[in-house]
């Protein structure tokens, strides 16, 4: 008798309507390791910060680290669900991902303004999944990478409001 546990994940074959399933879940990948990076590296500022704006920062970079968390897994189901395998190790996100770590320890406006550029990239990238996903047929992750694009827009706004002199 098989042992339940020894099932390894698989990629599959789907017949959704999708033309080009595997670069489109290829894109998510990305961004997926960009919102998991991102997510990271907003909780990290979030326990970190300090100063006048403390508990202003602490507050939204929780709020933004949370919808990031959410978001990777429903990234994540998306890729599974176009019947491909989604990232399984850090450095695996850590080479798909356009987000870097931040070199020393900044200061509060630092943290806001890299935050804010780290956002505007990953908007970027979901835009670039926005018309990948339309040539490929995928309304679905379309409108996934349009409202994930969104949300980064959203936040790189507020937080570049906070910096502003």
Same mark, same amino acid.
């Given at each position: $008798? &098989?042992?339940?546990? #020894?099932?390894?994940? #698989?990629? #599959?074959?789907?017949?959704?309507?999708?033309?080009?399933?595997?670069?489109?879940?290829?894109?998510?990948?990305? /961004?997926?390791?960009?919102?998991?990076?991102? %997510?990271?590296?907003?909780?990290?500022?979030?326990?970190?910060?300090?100063?006048?704006?403390?508990?202003?920062?602490?507050?939204?970079?929780?709020? #933004?680290?949370?919808?990031?968390?959410?978001? +990777?897994d429903e990234l994540a189901e998306r890729i599974r669900a176009l019947?491909?395998?989604?990232? !399984?190790? !850090?450095?695996?996100?850590?080479?798909?991902?356009?987000?870097?770590? +931040?070199?020393?320890?900044?200061?509060?406006?630092? $943290?806001?303004? *890299?935050?804010? &550029?780290?956002?505007?990239?990953? @908007?970027?990238?979901?835009? +670039? !999944? /926005?018309? !990948?996903?339309? &040539?490929?047929?995928?309304? /679905?992750?379309?409108? %996934? @990478?349009?409202?994930?694009?969104?949300?980064? *827009?959203k936040a790189a706004w507020m937080l570049r409001s906070i910096a502003?002199?």
């Amino acid at each position: $008798m &098989k042992d339940i546990l #020894q099932t390894t994940p #698989q990629t #599959q074959e789907i017949n959704t309507g999708v033309s080009d399933p595997e670069a489109v879940a290829t894109g998510l990948a990305d /961004v997926l390791a960009d919102t998991y990076r991102l %997510m990271y590296k907003t909780h990290a500022y979030h326990w970190n910060v300090e100063g006048p704006l403390f508990y202003s920062l602490h507050h939204l970079t929780e709020e #933004q680290y949370e919808n990031l968390f959410e978001a +990777a897994d429903e990234l994540a189901e998306r890729i599974r669900a176009l019947g491909a395998l989604a990232p !399984l190790t !850090l450095a695996e996100i850590c080479e798909r991902s356009v987000i870097k770590d +931040a070199e020393g320890t900044p200061d509060a406006r630092a $943290m806001v303004e *890299e935050l804010s &550029k780290d956002h505007e990239r990953v @908007a970027h990238r979901m835009h +670039a !999944l /926005v018309e !990948l996903s339309e &040539k490929s047929s995928d309304p /679905v992750t379309e409108d %996934m @990478a349009t409202e994930r694009s969104a949300f980064h *827009e959203k936040a790189a706004w507020m937080l570049r409001s906070i910096a502003a002199e």
